[in-house]
């Protein structure tokens, strides 16, 4: 049945028809993926729950302050103090900042001292100077803020040795909203080469990588064309963060089923004369494989609908919907193209009928016959090493990232705001906001003035029975001492009786949105655990195996993570982690990880009904060994690529990802699991009786030779 579908889907007419009808849909939905941006959700404030109290403290907002409202500093520096003329030029570009559209409520350390505005504008040493405004460009401000920034600095300047730079929550957003929108392009040029390198070097072949290559790119248009429509018309949220994951994902991924698929069409080509049919043996034997990984990898993705944040709850679907795109593309135009194109795409090593099958001798079939000696031992040194490795998750802080190193390059937003800091300049665009009952406003006031990191409180306006109030910070908005200040806040607020306070704010929204992680880590990894093993005990038809194959995967895990400690704060020097990383990464790597365990392992099962399991798994381990080795770096050269963005949370992510996709492929699925079938023989497959001799091991493993099938070509 699954032959018979696939011999007509690669068929000598049928291939011309799918060729045709997947260029036509996905070249359609490719043409709407550059708006994908235009529906992109980037606001911090939306990625809360709606339990969370900055959420419910925004819904009063909106009678003080435009939802859209961004407060923004320009920073003036002059080590050896700003000058008259230096402040008069600070007045007279204050007024051309003015002039600008979306520019409100500018104050300078002129205007704010005639308006007897409280806080200070000019640092006590007389290094620094400020100037605030509100920017505001509704719902486009992430599109807008880079333009925006570059006319600002086009009329902010000093004369030398004098420094001047962006920062508030306007300048970090436009800075952040610059990093993505010019990486995009950049990470998909250089995360293409890496790929094609890579395959180059693996086929050897001056052709074959392109059809790959032009499948995965069909898929990323598809999927963002398709993200686009569900974005805007189902209210799916996607970022700029689901944006950049996808593109890697997709690449990625693409290629990996695209290696496994053509490897294994290589193979038949050796066993059938015709191609056609060759392509029919070759989906019907790795779509499975192929299709169980991606379902593992869409449902790992899916249970991210499980959390809070609703950054990560979209980014879920988002990413899923592009997996499932790429894999529906990889079973029906790759599989067309190389029927179309014929045996000459593999030139020079064309696989030919009848000649030898290379990996029945090759590197892994070595690796599996020492294995064979001392199965055990191997499996529980193994176990142990990694082990050791996971010692390092103890360097790993979780407590979020402050603003010093959120980026790996110098960003104006990051050195205006540690100048503001280090001079004790007070930054007023990211104040703690507390919304309270007017009635008892002055006493919230009264409550809140001792807490330490924080300017004099005072209640800015009173509306409709409720009023706010404000309190500078003297400390960077990410910092642990903001996020301290905001908890002491709160504690005093909810301690007034009847105030019925809620405390928001940048600081406030980012301890949240750290609570939610915490929570989302909690409950979502757990979820995806059970999913996976569920997918597994349907696929291998077994209750053992998939419990092993699940320990290792949480084994290379952690070991991943521990390596990714030691790596982030003994080499990068940035022990500080987003919250939410742990449960990101450990999403991709536990989802992708069990894909080589998937291919090796359905292979096993595959052989194990003639040979049993013991020589089924060295067969499977030297005929899957070299491919997913390739398909394993190509995961861990596209995911690495995420360093190459100026972000310290893609550079962690990237690194971890890879780190952990080169545990599983070269030492958990190479070595720990085989070493496991090696040792434990037909009782993996416990209750089933696939392997009821549990047949012992012979000194040399058996290449598979199914019988050579001759047609015309």
């Given at each position: 049945m699954?032959r018979?579908?696939?011999?007509?889907?690669?068929?000598?007419?049928?291939k011309?028809i799918?060729?045709v009808?997947?260029?036509?849909?996905?070249?359609?939905?490719?043409?709407?993926?550059?708006?994908?941006?235009?529906?992109?959700?980037?606001?911090?404030?939306s990625w809360?729950?709606?339990?969370?109290?900055?959420?419910?403290?925004?819904e009063k907002l909106?009678?003080?302050?435009d939802?859209?409202?961004v407060?923004?500093?320009?920073?003036?520096?002059?080590a050896?103090?700003l000058?008259?003329?230096?402040?008069?030029a600070?007045e007279?570009?204050?007024?051309e900042?003015?002039k600008?559209?979306g520019i409100?409520?500018?104050?300078?350390?002129?205007t704010?001292?005639?308006?007897?505005?409280p806080?200070q504008f000019?640092?006590t040493d007389?290094q620094?100077?400020?100037?605030e405004?509100?920017?505001?460009?509704g719902?486009?401000l992430?599109?807008?803020?880079?333009?925006l920034?570059?006319?600002?600095d086009d009329?902010?300047s000093?004369?030398?040795?004098?420094?001047v730079y962006?920062?508030?929550?306007?300048?970090?957003?436009?800075d952040?909203?610059?990093?993505?929108?010019s990486?995009?392009?950049?990470?998909?040029?250089?995360?293409?080469?890496?790929?094609i390198?890579?395959?180059?070097?693996?086929?050897?072949s001056?052709?074959l990588?392109l059809?790959?290559?032009?499948?995965a790119?069909?898929s990323?248009?598809?999927?963002?064309g398709?993200l686009?429509?569900l974005a805007?018309?189902?209210?799916l949220?996607?970022?700029?963060?689901?944006q950049f994951?996808?593109?890697?994902?997709?690449?990625?991924?693409?290629?990996?089923?695209?290696?496994?698929?053509?490897a294994r069409?290589?193979?038949e080509?050796?066993?059938?004369?015709?191609r056609?049919?060759?392509?029919?043996?070759?989906?019907?034997?790795?779509?499975?494989?192929?299709?169980a990984?991606?379902?593992t990898?869409?449902i790992?993705l899916?249970?991210?609908?499980?959390?809070?944040?609703?950054?990560t709850a979209?980014?879920g679907?988002?990413?899923a919907?592009?997996?499932v795109?790429t894999?529906?593309?990889?079973?029906?135009?790759?599989?067309a193209?190389?029927v179309?194109?014929?045996?000459?795409?593999?030139?020079?090593?064309?696989p030919?009928?009848?000649?030898?099958?290379p990996?029945?001798?090759?590197l892994?079939a070595?690796?599996g016959?020492?294995?064979?000696h001392?199965?055990?031992?191997?499996?529980?040194g193994t176990?142990?090493?990694l082990?050791?490795?996971c010692?390092?998750?103890?360097r790993?802080?979780t407590g979020?990232?402050?603003?010093?190193?959120?980026?790996?390059?110098?960003?104006?937003?990051?050195?205006g705001?540690g100048?503001?800091?280090?001079?004790?300049l007070?930054?007023?665009s990211?104040p703690?906001?507390?919304?309270?009952?007017?009635d008892k406003a002055?006493a919230?006031?009264?409550a809140?003035?001792?807490?330490?990191?924080?300017?004099?409180?005072f209640?800015?306006?009173?509306?409709?029975g409720?009023?706010?109030i404000?309190?500078?910070?003297?400390?960077d908005?990410?910092?642990?001492?903001?996020?301290r200040?905001?908890?002491d806040?709160?504690?005093?607020?909810h301690?007034v009786?009847?105030?019925?306070?809620?405390t928001?704010g940048?600081?406030?929204?980012?301890l949240?949105i750290m609570?939610?992680?915490?929570?989302?880590?909690?409950?979502?990894?757990?979820i995806?655990?059970l999913?996976?093993l569920?997918i597994?005990?349907?696929?291998?038809?077994?209750?053992?195996?998939?419990?092993l194959?699940i320990?290792?995967?949480i084994?290379s895990?952690a070991?991943?993570?521990?390596?990714?400690?030691l790596v982030?704060?003994f080499i990068y020097?940035?022990?500080?982690t987003?919250?939410?990383?742990?449960?990101?990464?450990f999403?991709f790597l536990?989802?992708l990880?069990?894909?080589?365990?998937?291919?090796?392992?359905?292979?096993?099962?595959?052989e194990?009904?003639?040979?049993?399991?013991?020589k089924g798994?060295?067969?499977?381990?030297?005929?899957t060994?070299g491919?997913?080795?390739?398909?394993?770096?190509v995961?861990?050269?596209t995911?690495?690529m995420l360093?190459t963005?100026p972000?310290t949370?893609?550079?962690?992510l990237?690194?971890?990802?890879?780190?952990g996709?080169?545990?599983?492929t070269?030492i958990?699925?190479?070595?720990?699991?085989?070493a496991?079938?090696?040792?434990?023989?037909?009782?993996i497959?416990?209750?089933?009786?696939?392997?009821q001799a549990n047949?012992?091991?012979?000194a040399?493993?058996?290449?598979?030779?199914?019988?050579?099938?001759?047609?015309?070509v």
């Amino acid at each position: 049945m699954h032959r018979q579908i696939a011999g007509k889907l690669t068929g000598p007419i049928t291939k011309w028809i799918v060729l045709v009808a997947v260029v036509l849909i996905g070249g359609s939905l490719a043409s709407f993926a550059g708006k994908l941006v235009d529906v992109q959700n980037n606001e911090t404030q939306s990625w809360l729950p709606e339990s969370a109290e900055s959420t419910r403290a925004f819904e009063k907002l909106d009678a003080f302050q435009d939802e859209y409202d961004v407060g923004t500093t320009v920073v003036y520096y002059r080590a050896s103090k700003l000058t008259e003329a230096d402040l008069a030029a600070i007045e007279k570009q204050a007024t051309e900042i003015a002039k600008l559209d979306g520019i409100s409520r500018v104050l300078t350390p002129a205007t704010a001292a005639a308006a007897g505005a409280p806080g200070q504008f000019v640092s006590t040493d007389g290094q620094v100077a400020k100037v605030e405004f509100t920017v505001n460009y509704g719902d486009k401000l992430w599109e807008e803020l880079p333009g925006l920034k570059e006319k600002i600095d086009d009329i902010t300047s000093l004369s030398e040795g004098g420094e001047v730079y962006l920062a508030g929550a306007g300048g970090q957003n436009a800075d952040a909203s610059t990093i993505f929108t010019s990486f995009d392009g950049k990470l998909l040029l250089v995360t293409l080469g890496v790929v094609i390198l890579i395959l180059l070097v693996s086929y050897r072949s001056p052709m074959l990588w392109l059809l790959p290559i032009l499948s995965a790119l069909v898929s990323l248009g598809a999927s963002m064309g398709l993200l686009y429509f569900l974005a805007k018309d189902f209210g799916l949220t996607v970022n700029g963060q689901t944006q950049f994951i996808m593109t890697v994902l997709v690449i990625g991924a693409g290629t990996d089923y695209a290696l496994l698929l053509i490897a294994r069409y290589r193979e038949e080509l050796r066993r059938h004369e015709n191609r056609h049919e060759a392509m029919a043996f070759a989906l019907h034997r790795a779509a499975p494989a192929i299709l169980a990984s991606a379902a593992t990898v869409a449902i790992g993705l899916m249970c991210l609908t499980f959390a809070d944040l609703n950054s990560t709850a979209g980014m879920g679907p988002a990413n899923a919907v592009a997996i499932v795109v790429t894999v529906l593309v990889m079973v029906t135009l790759l599989p067309a193209l190389l029927v179309i194109f014929g045996r000459w795409v593999f030139w020079p090593f064309v696989p030919h009928f009848g000649s030898e099958e290379p990996t029945a001798s090759g590197l892994w079939a070595k690796v599996g016959t020492a294995i064979t000696h001392r199965p055990r031992i191997v499996w529980i040194g193994t176990a142990a090493a990694l082990a050791v490795l996971c010692l390092g998750f103890l360097r790993l802080d979780t407590g979020g990232i402050p603003s010093d190193e959120q980026y790996t390059t110098d960003q104006d937003s990051v050195i205006g705001q540690g100048i503001l800091v280090d001079h004790e300049l007070v930054d007023a665009s990211t104040p703690i906001q507390v919304v309270a009952n007017a009635d008892k406003a002055d006493a919230v006031v009264a409550a809140i003035t001792s807490v330490d990191g924080i300017a004099k409180p005072f209640v800015v306006a009173t509306e409709g029975g409720t009023s706010l109030i404000v309190a500078d910070l003297k400390s960077d908005p990410y910092s642990e001492a903001a996020f301290r200040s905001v908890e002491d806040v709160r504690d005093a607020a909810h301690g007034v009786a009847g105030a019925n306070a809620l405390t928001t704010g940048l600081s406030a929204v980012s301890l949240d949105i750290m609570d939610a992680s915490d929570r989302d880590n909690k409950v979502i990894i757990p979820i995806v655990l059970l999913a996976v093993l569920l997918i597994l005990f349907g696929l291998l038809r077994s209750v053992v195996s998939p419990v092993l194959l699940i320990g290792t995967v949480i084994l290379s895990f952690a070991a991943a993570l521990g390596l990714s400690g030691l790596v982030f704060d003994f080499i990068y020097g940035r022990a500080h982690t987003d919250p939410g990383f742990p449960l990101w990464a450990f999403v991709f790597l536990v989802a992708l990880g069990i894909d080589y365990n998937i291919f090796l392992m359905t292979r096993v099962r595959e052989e194990t009904i003639n040979h049993g399991t013991r020589k089924g798994s060295l067969i499977a381990l030297s005929s899957t060994g070299g491919v997913i080795t390739s398909a394993g770096i190509v995961l861990a050269a596209t995911f690495a690529m995420l360093a190459t963005m100026p972000l310290t949370f893609t550079l962690q992510l990237g690194t971890t990802i890879a780190l952990g996709v080169l545990l599983d492929t070269m030492i958990v699925r190479s070595v720990l699991v085989t070493a496991l079938n090696l040792d434990l023989g037909g009782k993996i497959w416990w209750p089933s009786k696939l392997d009821q001799a549990n047949a012992p091991l012979d000194a040399a493993p058996p290449a598979a030779e199914p019988d050579k099938v001759t047609a015309g070509v």
